[in-house]
């Protein structure tokens, strides 16, 4: 009798472990599913002006300005070039998996992909759409660390479709859910980007980073003997969630504005 | 016609300073002619052999899965039937090429994008590898490692060297990106389409990096030591391999069988061969450009040829039209005395030929120290930087044959109106 006591004990045990770490699994998932609601535009649209400035060591800086609508209920958005005025009139169009970019020097669209660099800055095209960690994310570990004033806790999270961008991101996550800084890594578990986001706005229910710092971990050039990375930094001014026409949402809106 | 010959000959060599000047047109035009052949043979060679790398062999097998994806599954069979038709001699490799257009390599900062990295079977494609232009470095001891071959001008964008690690980002099949490093272990010499964006790995490397299964390549490569197939070996082959595997008709065009993939979505493995001339549609319009210029050039000096000769013979058949009165007095026919003028053309033609020859064989000599890679582009033609180009009696002869039935057609006329000449006309002459 004392025999079964004692195996009835270490199955309680391991079962209460397990439960455990479900529980705790699950809490991160809800968690993940917070974070992305935090900064996902569910009940309408929205909008706001992009600065974009791109440092690239050696050769200077760039300005662009966009114009950004989204539509996160039905994954959409469109891009509209404000500035330089090379750049002027051109965008970009997403609507699902397909996403086009719209030069009107030569009235064509190009498919294109979310996976690659927007404007040829160290931002993705994906950087523009709706959060889904936990559609595309599982969880790998978890951890606690303290970075600059905030209390973070760490998520590791690996990608479980072609979908995500990159096969493996890292989340600085403060207690409010949200996310204060992310590393990108490739599959081998290269550093490929950081992106930092400090500072948030609260646009109706929801967050908007004030402005997103993006460090390339690969792309920079030596100079007086100092590696200088290549740097995006955005800034997201005017937001609003006012509702925009459908019309907005489509291939023929960017082809009548450019013209 | 001995009698002809020989006074033909005795003419030209007695009266050498009268056809020294059209004698050395003549030799010149062979030359320039000749000169334009042989390099336009060499440069297509070089081409012609930096293609077999680029597009994998004289011919390769295409294959074609369920779904449309480019891959060949059945390898040791392919390359049973393979060996079973060609015999030994021919080398067969695996090959894999990742085309993905944000394939980057980054070293210091620095990235480039690369069109395509072939991964190699080093070990079965050593000799092919060996007679890269090879700036630094080679490709010895690459199999089984993380060693990439790079072409010359990525690799000054870079300021990488043999030994370097460099990172080379990729996407795997799946489309997920994945790095790794890589060293340089060869720099090759090579700024033309085929080499300037492409770089080669180790296949087992290669696929490991992209996910791609083991017992699966996306090219079959099927070099010859000496020569090439000839259609009706690739017809037999065809006609054996459709017998063991479902198999496309020879395409004469690589465009024509990516289109027909693409509309036909198989629904089963199939294999197409793929001949190098299929794949060199590629630059077809180069070639047909290069081809075109030649002829145009060659049309060009044969018609100054015939204008020079005809001109040319017409003075000289006036300044002799006392000799050849002289001849037809003492007996000679209108028939003799058109054929001398004919013989006589012929003769010089041949001396111009002969001397544009020797004259052909020093400049080729002379281009071939030449470097010629300081011309934009020009690359592609090249080998080591310089044109491999020599002279054969397959290009001699016949441009030999042309320029004398040039010569021929030319010295009609004048031979027409020495055959007119009348003895009393001819002595009225001077008077």
Not at chain 1, 239 to 251: E, G, I, N, V
Not at chain 2, 355 to 376: H, M
């Amino acid at each position: 009798m004392y025999r079964n006591t004692k195996q009835f004990s270490v199955l309680a045990i391991i079962f209460l472990c397990v439960f455990s770490l479900c529980a705790a699994e699950s809490d991160i998932k809800a968690r993940l599913t917070h974070i992305d609601a935090l900064i996902t535009f569910s009940e309408g649209d929205f909008s706001a002006e992009y600065t974009i400035v791109q440092e690239k060591p050696g050769q200077g800086t760039s300005v662009s300005k966009a114009a950004v609508f989204r539509r996160d209920v039905s994954d959409t958005y469109l891009i509209l070039m404000l500035e330089p005025t090379d750049d002027k009139g051109k965008g970009y169009f997403k609507s699902g998996d397909s996403l086009w970019f719209y030069d009107p020097a030569d009235r064509r669209f190009i498919f294109t992909s979310a996976k690659e660099q927007f404007r040829n800055s160290n931002a993705r095209n994906s950087d523009f759409s709706r959060s889904s960690f936990a559609k595309d994310y599982r969880i790998i570990s978890t951890s606690r660390e303290q970075l600059g004033k905030f209390d973070c806790t760490v998520i590791d999270l690996s990608a479980t479709n072609n979908d995500a961008t990159f096969p493996r991101t890292r989340l600085w996550v403060t207690g409010d859910d949200l996310i204060r800084k992310m590393e990108d890594y490739s599959l081998s578990g290269q550093l490929m980007r950081t992106v930092a986001t400090p500072t948030y706005q609260k646009v109706g229910n929801h967050y908007v980073p004030v402005g997103i710092l993006i460090v390339d971990a690969l792309r920079g050039k030596t100079i007086g003997g100092k590696f200088l990375n290549e740097k995006t930094q955005i800034t997201i001014a005017m937001p609003s969630l006012a509702h925009q026409p459908d019309s907005l949402y489509s291939k023929a809106y960017l082809e009548k504005v450019s013209r | 016609m001995k009698c002809m010959l020989g006074l033909a000959s005795r003419n030209l060599v007695r009266q050498w300073r009268r056809y020294r000047l059209l004698g050395s047109a003549l030799a010149f035009s062979f030359f320039v002619i000749v000169l334009i052949a042989s390099l336009l043979g060499g440069m297509v060679g070089s081409l012609t052999e930096k293609a077999k790398v680029y597009y994998g062999g004289d011919f390769c097998i295409r294959g074609v899965e369920a779904g449309g994806r480019l891959v060949v599954q059945d390898i040791p069979a392919l390359v049973s039937a393979l060996r079973e038709n060609l015999g030994p001699k021919p080398v067969i490799s695996e090959r894999y090429e990742h085309r993905d257009t944000s394939t980057t390599l980054f070293f210091g900062g620095e990235g480039i994008r690369q069109r395509l990295v072939i991964g190699i079977d080093f070990s079965m494609e050593a000799e092919l590898f060996r007679r890269f232009n090879y700036v630094e470095g080679n490709a010895q001891g690459i199999k089984g490692t993380n060693g990439i071959l790079i072409s010359e001008p990525i690799a000054r964008i870079l300021k990488a060297r043999v030994g370097d690690d460099i990172l080379l980002l990729t996407p795997t099949l799946a489309g997920q990106k994945n790095t790794a490093n890589v060293v340089v272990r060869g720099i090759f010499r090579d700024s033309s389409l085929f080499g300037y964006y492409t770089s080669y790995l180790d296949i087992d490397f290669l696929r490991g990096l992209a996910a791609m299964p083991a017992n699966q390549c996306s090219t079959l490569a099927v070099f010859y030591p000496d020569g090439g197939p000839t259609r009706k070996t690739l017809l037999s082959l065809q006609k054996d391999l459709e017998k063991r595997f479902f198999l496309y008709p020879l395409f004469d065009r690589r465009q024509a069988f990516l289109d027909k993939v693409a509309t036909e979505n198989p629904q089963r493995m199939k294999y197409a061969i793929l001949s190098l001339q299929a794949n060199l549609e590629q630059v077809q319009e180069l070639l047909d450009a290069v081809y075109a210029i030649a002829i145009i050039l060659i049309a060009m000096l044969l018609g100054v040829a015939i204008l020079g000769v005809s001109g040319s013979y017409r003075a000289i058949v006036h300044e002799r039209s006392k000799e050849i009165g002289t001849m037809r007095a003492i007996g000679m026919q209108r028939g003799a005395a058109s054929r001398l003028i004919m013989i006589e053309a012929a003769l010089l033609a041949l001396l111009g030929c002969l001397s544009g020859t020797v004259l052909a064989w020093a400049g080729l000599g002379l281009l071939g120290l030449v470097n010629f890679s300081f011309i934009p582009l020009f690359d592609i033609f090249l080998r080591g930087g310089r044109i491999q180009a020599s002279l054969s009696l397959v290009i001699v002869l016949p441009l030999a044959v042309i320029l004398l039935a040039t010569a021929l057609v030319a010295v009609a006329g004048p031979a027409r109106y020495a055959a007119r000449i009348e003895p009393s006309d001819a002595m009225r002459i001077g008077e």
